[in-house]
């Protein structure tokens, strides 16, 4: 590298440039710290962090829905901590004084390391709840698939046989 004294030429012809826009009266030729951009590249915005919350309309009446399951997959373009949300699968089981509301859930788990997951049910009505429920643990094992199943148990007069329900999901995800 050629040196100009003791500075490295193109140092010392970058100074002389900003010198000359400063002296010409160019305050263009300056680059203030204000001025530089800095980006990461394209936002993945379905990549999470956890906790993601998620919801989904649960529209079930009991004479026509009672033992059939009811898969979603809608949620499995979004990531929470390299976890995927697969599935959730509902079917309703009615009895004399309450009804059982199953739940089944299925994860994936991409390349990364070991997740345990916690998944949060809130079944809500207009606003009000009236039903919860809690999926504890899913071994969520690296490129590997991971399962869980609970039971929310409401209420026949909570119950609205052909309102428009909706599930709302805590999902947390932690390295295990």
């Keep these: 590298m050629k040196r100009i004294g003791s500075i490295p030429r193109r140092i010392a012809l970058a100074a002389g440039l900003v010198a000359v826009g400063v002296l010409a009266g160019g305050p263009q030729a300056v680059v203030r710290a204000a ?10 915005e379905k990549a999470m962090f956890s906790p993601i919350f998620l919801e989904m309309p649960l529209e079930v009446n009991l004479e026509t829905s ?8 809608d949620f499995d373009a979004w990531t929470c901590d390299f976890v995927h949300l697969r599935r959730i699968a509902t079917r309703i089981v009615p009895r004399k004084d309450h009804v059982d509301l199953e739940i089944r859930a299925l994860t994936f788990t991409e390349a990364s390391r ?50 428009s329900l909706v599930m709302k999901i805590d999902f947390y995800v932690t390295n295990d």
Excluded: C
């Excluded at 009672?66 to 997959?73: A, M, P, Q, R, S």
């Excluded at 997740?115 to 490129?143: S, Y």
């Design 66 to 73: 009672k033992g059939t399951w009811i898969n979603v997959d």
């Design 114 to 163: 070991d997740k345990a997951v916690r998944l949060a049910f809130h079944l809500v009505h207009d606003e009000v709840l009236i039903g919860e429920a809690e999926i504890k643990h899913i071994e969520a094992e690296e490129k590997k698939r991971g399962y869980g199943t609970v039971t929310m148990s409401i209420p026949r007069e909570a119950w609205q046989a052909v309102a």
């Design 35 to 44: 001025d530089i951009k800095v980006t990461q590249g394209p936002a993945q």
